[in-house]
């Protein structure tokens, strides 16, 4: 487990103002989610004066948003996703009891924090490797395509990516093919692989993989980098933390929970 705090110390706001600030920014009503966006559960009034961010509203960083003495919990995997079971039980009811005896606030944004152009998820994970931005692709435009700076062997893009991500890529499919164009979409984008192919890419990376897979990426001629979904999903949480603090003057500190996936 690790800590990063973004700080401005003297800044104290209504969970509402916040809201209203981010939602500003990621504009969450434009998309068709797979959980609700925003305030997913109520705090007990109190002014907001430090904010826990994590990459997963998981009982662990919950628990370290408590010990950390944080007034609410930012996240982008947040509850309450489609077809989950309804009933607070096991795992579920530790999760909101832990909350709500501490009297956090719980916020998630998912789609709209993978989606921002200037500080979600793909965007800061494509500048972090070095990409030039091309364009969009698949569903929503949730996809990217860009450019290396130079034609690269599909070793040195590994290499890139672990020094970035701080772990190795699995990947699947050539091992010969000069890598020039890429498309990525961070997450469990794995099943974008073939429009990734129609786009002309040279490499195609997101987080996840299945074994279907590898089939895919050997049919279609195009190496697929599985980054690891937790891994390409760590950018945009604390940007939007850097982004509260900046504009509020409140304590944010990101809480990191190991994730090999």
């Known amino acids: 487990m690790r800590e990063s705090a973004f700080v401005r110390q ?3 706001m209504q969970i509402s103002q916040i809201l209203s600030y981010t939602d500003s920014l990621l504009h969450p009503n434009e998309y068709k989610d797979y959980a609700p966006n925003g305030l997913q ?9 430090k904010i826990a961010l994590a990459v997963t509203a998981s009982l662990a960083a919950e628990k370290e948003a408590v010990r950390i003495g944080a007034d609410a919990l930012f996240v982008h995997h947040g509850w309450f996703w489609k077809h989950d079971d309804a009933r607070i039980v096991g795992i579920r009811h530790a999760r909101i009891a832990t909350l709500l005896n501490a009297g956090l606030a719980l916020v998630a944004y998912h789609l709209p924090l993978d989606d921002h ?5 793909n965007a800061l994970f494509g500048n972090a490797l ?6 969009r692709f698949g569903q929503d435009n949730l996809g990217w395509t860009g450019l290396t700076e130079k034609e690269l062997s599909l070793q040195t893009l590994t290499e890139t990516i672990t020094r970035v991500l701080g772990r190795q890529p699995l990947v699947v499919g050539p091992t010969t093919r000069p890598i020039r164009r890429v498309a990525w979409c961070t997450g469990a984008a794995q099943d974008h692989l073939e429009e990734a192919a ?4 040279d490499a195609y990376l997101s987080g996840e993989i299945s074994e279907r897979t590898t089939h895919i990426a050997r049919e279609t001629g195009i190496p697929y980098f599985a980054c690891g979904h937790h891994a390409t999903e760590r950018f945009g949480i604390q940007a939007l933390g850097r982004k509260i603090t900046e504009q509020f003057g409140i304590e944010t500190c990101y809480i990191e929970i190991n994730n090999p996936v």
Do not use: Y
């Open 10 to 12: 003297g800044g104290a």
């Open 41 to 49: 559960v109520q705090g007990d009034g109190r002014e907001i004066r």
């Open 117 to 121: 152009p200037e500080f979600g998820n």
């Open 130 to 135: 070095g990409f030039t931005t091309t364009g």
């Open 198 to 201: 129609e786009c002309g890419a």
